[in-house]
């Protein structure tokens, strides 16, 4: 009997897994031996804090640095605490002032309009495309003289169309910080995701392409930029000059937030960045396979990139079922899941995904989550039915097999309900 044919998990039949679906690394999958000595390197310096009397290309953090900047071809780099930092140093470090207002996408993790905040800045949201990237004419809507900058969001991998928001936003004359953190290692047209605006934020937290438990680092292109962001990232009393010769403003004249990363993580970091294209490389192939294979099934539409195979991390992929309103989608899911395949409907009523902006309740705190919805209702409708699968770059052949063979199963089901011949 086809797999098509076979009666539902979810109906009492045989799940098509039972081992759980390999979510991101989570810590595990891709740590190798090259990682422990880099940790006991630290370690056995004794000095796990970035500053102090070594130079600067003496310590695993400002090593790091270095080795960032080449790998990403930017002249400077800085690493911190967090991606959400990363976010909020980018804008603070380009000159955001408080109080200015920050364009943001409606589909992101809440941690953007978050570090919008910590910046100082009040999140505007604008609305995405039919594939959920970031769409420029909404943003064009938007400007006003209050406007001052723009955070992209490469979501879940995949690159918004951020050469064309780059030339608007050096048009008008606007701070462009890229929120790289679901796209490390990405890039579009040979330039890497993070390096197309005046910052690029990254995280390394562990369902990251760098996997340090936690940490950040931030891209910039301007000298003061960097400078700025290192002082209050936690360059104090002198240790700016860790970074640079001199600075265009006094230290003083900024506040200290303290969002530095340790040695240990550095180094850390500095392993991984030397693994990062061949993970890439294998995030890449799992998810060309997965997305055609997909497509393949007929009635599946997969999120579109915005050059043809190009601008991916491949880190999960997002698909729609045709034809499958909100309530259909639940059970598509919930059939999915299952059969073992740890899918989610990003817009589901009954699991709140805080990748969907209704739910956004710090920015406005009375607001109905229908009123809320009306802020970007292209956005609203497309989260709605949007299905999201992790792929971590270790899926086996077996593992892909599975989804594939899941998604097959469930749609076909779906299809004979509808009525319509499978
Ligand atoms: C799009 C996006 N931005 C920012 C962040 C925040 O990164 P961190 O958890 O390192 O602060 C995340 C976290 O997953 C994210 O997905």
Request: hydrophobic content about 45%; glycine content about 8%; charged content about 25%.
């Amino acid at each position: 009997m086809s797999a098509s044919a076979k009666r539902l998990a979810v109906d009492g039949g045989a799940p098509v897994r039972t081992t759980p679906w390999p979510t991101y690394d989570k810590g595990d999958a891709l740590l190798n031996a090259d990682d422990q000595a880099a940790i006991a390197r630290a370690l056995g310096s004794r000095r796990l804090f970035r500053y102090d009397t070594r130079r600067y290309e003496e310590t695993e953090t400002g090593q790091l640095e270095l080795e960032l900047a080449r790998a990403f071809d930017v002249p400077y780099a800085l690493a911190c605490s967090s991606g959400t930092a990363a976010i909020a140093l980018g804008l603070m470090g380009a000159g955001l002032r408080p109080g200015d207002r920050v364009a943001c996408p409606a589909f992101t993790f809440s941690a953007t309009p978050s570090a919008i905040l910590l910046a100082g800045g009040v999140p505007v949201l604008v609305d995405v495309d039919d594939d959920l990237h970031f769409d420029l004419a909404d943003l064009e809507r938007k400007l006003t003289p209050e406007l001052k900058a723009v955070v992209v969001v490469h979501m879940r991998g995949f690159a918004s169309q951020i050469d064309r928001i780059a030339e608007f936003c050096r048009a008008k004359r606007l701070i462009l910080v890229e929120d790289a953190v679901p796209s490390c290692g990405a890039s579009l047209g040979g330039k890497h995701l993070g390096t197309f605006g005046d910052a690029g934020a990254f995280s390394t937290q562990s369902d990251k392409s760098i996997n340090t438990g936690e940490g950040g680092f931030v891209l910039f292109h301007d000298e003061q930029h960097l400078a700025r962001a290192a002082v209050l990232a936690g360059a104090y009393e002198g240790r700016i000059h860790h970074h640079v010769a001199h600075t265009a403003f006094d230290p003083l004249s900024l506040p200290l937030f303290n969002f530095r990363l340790d040695e240990i993580r550095a180094a850390l970091a500095r392993t991984q960045l030397a693994r990062l294209d061949d993970k890439v490389r294998r995030h890449h192939a799992v998810y060309n396979e997965v997305a055609q294979r997909l497509a393949a099934l007929g009635n599946i539409r997969v999120r579109q990139q915005v050059a043809p195979n190009d601008g991916f991390l491949g880190e999960c992929v997002n698909f729609w079922v045709e034809g499958a309103d909100m309530a259909t989608t639940q059970w598509l899911v919930c059939a999915l899941r299952a059969e073992g395949i740890e899918a989610r409907q990003l817009g589901d009523p009954g699991d709140i995904n805080i990748r969907c902006f209704w739910h956004w309740r710090f920015l406005w705190p009375q607001e109905r989550a229908e009123v809320t919805m009306t802020r970007a209702p292209n956005a609203a409708r497309h989260l709605a039915t949007a299905i999201d699968v992790p792929l971590a770059a270790c899926l086996t052949a077996a593992d892909r097999d599975d989804l594939i063979d899941a998604v097959g199963k469930v749609c076909a089901a779906h299809k004979r309900t509808m009525g319509v011949a499978a």
